[in-house]
């Protein structure tokens, strides 16, 4: 039988005392116009910040999905395995300062003024930048909402052997 273990007199256990409070985040100095504190704090604080999904392109492709493909074509299948931490305080702040001007996305969080620029979006995103490409028409001409909407799923003649990949909550594929 084991002897239990005696503390010598002047120890303490750590593991016994309470542990610090947690700071939440101080929107002062976040937010440089003190008159937009109100305004922040009732319509924007509380908003959810969805956790952001990654997913390679080869999990895509073994999956069945019909999208994979489609991204490549595009380039664009780096934004989508992009990770790495995100902080929703900071994320709710940088939309809230948002602001466009000639096709520019501006931001200020914690003092930092941001910039989104092309070359931020072709060198870190990753994101092709074409000429013909920045144009959105207002009329779509042959869209097809359903076809669309069956592009995004898994080919329905691929025979999957576990069929838990088709449950997603109450929605079943």
Do not use: C
Request: hydrophobic share 35%; net charge positive.
């Amino acid at each position: 039988m084991a002897e239990p273990v005696r503390r010598t007199r002047g120890q303490r256990s750590y593991s016994s005392e309470s542990t610090p409070a947690v700071r939440d985040p101080n929107i002062h100095g976040w937010i440089s116009d003190e008159d937009l504190h109100p305004t922040y704090l009732q319509r924007w604080k509380e908003r959810r910040v969805l956790r952001h999904k990654f997913a390679t392109i080869n999990w895509l492709q073994a999956s069945g999905f019909q999208i994979s493909h489609m991204l490549m074509e595009q380039g664009i299948q780096h934004l989508l395995e992009l990770q790495g931490r995100y902080y929703p305080d900071l994320v709710r702040v940088f939309y809230y300062n948002l602001k466009t001007r000639d096709g520019i996305a501006y931001s200020k969080v914690k003092g930092v003024d941001i910039a989104l620029d092309y070359n931020i979006w072709t060198n870190v995103a990753r994101l092709p930048i074409f000429d013909d490409a920045l144009h959105v028409p207002n009329d779509f001409g042959h869209f097809n909402r359903i076809l669309t909407y069956r592009s995004f799923l898994r080919d329905p003649a691929q025979d999957l052997p576990n069929r838990k990949h088709l449950l997603v909550g109450p929605l079943k594929m």
